[in-house]
């Protein structure tokens, strides 16, 4: 997950109690509680000064709101590991069933989308496509690559949330060099 362009002159600054609470309640509600604008291109020495003030006068507050925001995203990854149980539930009462076509369905799917993938490639790797039609094939490109094969990838490797927990450790990384 990219930055933010406002925020990064913020946990630079070692402001990463006001980040955070621009980032959930929005640059508007900073505005409001501290008169500094964060849409401005540029924030001046006084700026940063009214915003650490803030800081230290409300830090209470603004970890009250971090941790309401954590809250939130326990929750999402709780749905999400709930959602990926329920996916494995369902393979597991597939793979409990006689037919065969029922057992194997899932593996069908993603062979078939990965054969798809690759002969689609091939085609247009080596053959000619109109000018006109370049655009088209660039789009069904990036949509079996970056949605169909990521999803089987994802299904059968869980890639998703080492990915997800790749950009946490990328935000405390961030947040300990804007401490020191």
Do not use: C
Not at 12 to 41: F, M, P, Q, R, S
Not at 69 to 77: G, V
């Amino acid at each position: 997950m990219a930055l933010p362009a406002f925020l990064i002159p913020l946990l630079a600054k070692g402001l990463h109690l006001i980040g955070n609470a621009a980032l959930v309640k929005g640059k508007k509600w900073v505005k409001e509680k501290t008169g500094v604008d964060l849409d401005e291109d540029s924030l001046t020495s006084e700026d940063y000064v009214k915003l650490k003030q803030y800081e230290m006068e409300h830090e209470e507050e603004l970890i009250k709101l971090q941790q309401e925001d954590d809250k939130l995203e326990l929750e999402e990854t709780k749905v999400f590991l709930e959602d990926m149980q329920s996916a494995r539930q369902m393979q597991m009462s597939a793979l409990g069933q006689s037919d065969m076509f029922s057992k194997r369905f899932v593996y069908y799917l993603a062979m078939f989308w990965s054969l798809a993938t690759v002969a689609y490639i091939g085609f247009i790797t080596f053959s000619s496509i109109p000018e006109e039609n370049v655009r088209f094939a660039d789009t069904i490109l990036g949509f079996l690559l970056g949605t169909i094969v990521a999803q089987i990838l994802n299904y059968f490797y869980g890639s998703s949330r080492s990915s997800h927990n790749k950009d946490e450790t990328f935000k405390q990384v961030i947040k300990d060099v804007t401490r020191r």
